[in-house]
């Protein structure tokens, strides 16, 4: 039979990976790109919109659409940086958890679940 104060010790030890895990991806910062390089986007690591930068040259009063694209893909870009730096760090303690990924959906966890 398992010991059961050994299993909520461990258990303990994982709610405060997940918790370390979750501070470190609110305080990261991930960039993603289009038009090699024209726009770029940071995201942080809770899928926040931090900033946001176009060079001069995309600027074209008269095809405001390529700029709106190239925004909209460097903002999914840096998502799905970020998104996979999630990955990375919550993998192993969701895994730890027994439920994977899908199984985290409930801890409030953007991109997860």
């Not at 994982?14 to 960039?31: D, K, R, S």
Request: glycine share 14%; net charge negative.
């Amino acid at each position: 039979m398992p010991d059961m104060q050994a299993i909520l010790q461990q258990a303990q030890q994982m709610q405060q990976q997940l918790v370390a895990a979750q501070q470190e991806l609110a305080q990261a910062e991930v960039t993603g790109t289009a038009g090699g390089g024209l726009v770029t986007a940071t995201v942080s690591g809770s899928l926040e919109l931090k900033s946001l930068s176009i060079d001069p040259k995309v600027v074209d009063p008269e095809d405001v659409e390529t700029l709106a694209d190239l925004v909209v893909a460097a903002v999914r870009d840096a998502t799905a940086n970020a998104q996979k730096l999630t990955e990375e760090k919550l993998g192993p303690v969701a895994g730890a958890l027994g439920g994977g990924m899908p199984g985290l959906g409930d801890l409030g966890l953007p991109g997860l679940g």
